[in-house]
């Protein structure tokens, strides 16, 4: 594992108290999006997000908010789509077309099927997965911290 170094976010909303928090750094890559397991808010490129659902955990393995993940890496809200008859679930964004099917342990890149080692959940109405699965698709890394239970991904 890499050695990591400490970055410290802070923000400030209308009328709250100030929200501050720290987050492992690895190598030399500041994150571009940090899920905290349980946590119904998100990092993307430094601000803070609110989400309706927190990143779970379940057999061991981190899940967090496909919509989530993907408007934090970039993809626009017009490139997130859901066909409720075939149950899939379509982000287009930087030239790239992937697809994915909740409870299938596979996904589609530009076309071409890929196998997952593990299947996407669906839970609370929404699509869960790992996050390295959009992320190195589109390009990032996926770092993880044990310590602060953070999946942290970060640009290659």
Request: hydrophobic share 40%; glycine share 8%; with cysteine.
């Amino acid at each position: 594992m890499q050695e990591g170094f400490l970055i410290g976010l802070s923000c400030y909303s209308q009328g709250r108290e100030a929200v501050s928090r720290a987050f492992t750094i690895y190598g030399s890559a500041v994150p571009v999006a940090i899920f905290t397991l349980g946590q119904k808010s998100c990092s993307s490129n430094g601000q803070v997000q609110e989400m309706d659902v927190a990143p779970l955990l379940e057999n061991g393995r981190t899940y967090v908010p496909l919509r989530y993940l993907a408007m934090a890496l970039g993809v626009p809200e017009a490139g997130i789509g859901w066909d409720p008859a075939s149950q899939t679930v379509t982000l287009s964004s930087a030239g790239h077309i992937l697809k994915f099917y909740p409870g299938r342990a596979e996904m589609e890149r530009d076309g071409r099927r890929e196998p997952l080692d593990v299947a996407l959940l669906n839970r609370y109405d929404r699509v869960f997965l790992l996050a390295r699965y959009v992320a190195e698709a589109l390009g990032y890394k996926v770092h993880w911290s044990e310590t602060r239970q953070q999946v942290l991904v970060t640009r290659e």
